[in-house]
């Protein structure tokens, strides 16, 4: 079963901020939080990761909070083409193998 | 560098037939993982291949079978068909596989249709 809590859908308008929650809150130490998204019938596409600092890149920024407990992914300024089901991944340790387990994501439409 | 191929793109099948599916991974990468989403299910794990073993298996049953090639290329196969089969069966590759900071990127999926 997925460790994370995502709401099942959000709005944003576009050239806005898309502030996407994820709650974790049997995170483990040494476990990561992933992002990826799913535009329609295409593969999932890798956003960001990370394990307790913010991180930033071209795509996107990752907000973990000090307990670890929860994360924001936050896509600074949404267009159209960010519709799509993102999906927030702790990624468990399990023996080195490493599969992703994926939640039901939230919905994210953004409407111009 | 290209990225992950899958073919074919879509396939069409009846009940009872067995069907291969293909994945090439990324350049350099060497594990492999193959999913498995549904309406229904959602996104699921069948199984991980690195350096042509397969390391970890999620929970399908034996009709589900994979292998992977010296090349790192890697085939999944579903023998004896049945209607909950259809999905999109999606591959994924990373550069070594097991490491938790491993990302995995995925291919474009093969739309399989069950008849």
């Known amino acids: 079963d997925a460790k994370t809590t995502q709401p099942p859908s959000m709005d944003c308008a576009e050239g806005r901020a898309a502030n996407l929650p994820c709650n974790h809150s049997t995170i483990s130490g040494n476990e990561y939080v992933y992002w990826y998204r799913q535009i329609h019938s295409q593969g999932p596409q890798y956003i960001i990761h990370g394990l307790k600092n913010n991180e930033t890149n071209e795509m996107a920024s990752l907000i973990i909070t000090e307990d670890r407990k929860s994360s924001t992914l936050i896509l600074p300024h949404a267009t159209l083409r960010d519709t799509a089901v993102y999906y927030c991944?702790?990624?468990?340790?399990?023996?080195?193998?490493?599969?992703?387990?994926f939640g039901k994501g939230t919905r994210l439409s953004v409407i111009a | 560098k290209a990225g992950v191929t899958q073919t074919p793109r879509y396939l069409i099948k009846t009940r009872g037939q067995q069907v291969t599916l293909s994945c090439s991974p990324i350049s350099g990468h060497r594990s492999v993982s193959w999913y498995q989403q549904t309406p229904g299910q959602g996104l699921q794990f069948l199984f991980e291949y690195f350096s042509e073993t397969q390391r970890n298996k999620g929970n399908f049953p034996g009709r589900f079978s994979g292998r992977q090639f010296s090349n790192s290329r890697s085939e999944m196969n579903v023998s004896t068909l049945e209607l909950g089969d259809s999905a999109l069966y999606l591959c994924a590759s990373s550069s070594s596989g097991g490491q938790i900071t491993d990302t995995q990127y995925f291919g474009p999926g093969t739309r399989l249709t069950v008849l």
């Open positions: 991944i702790v990624r468990v340790e399990v023996g080195g193998n490493t599969p992703l387990v």
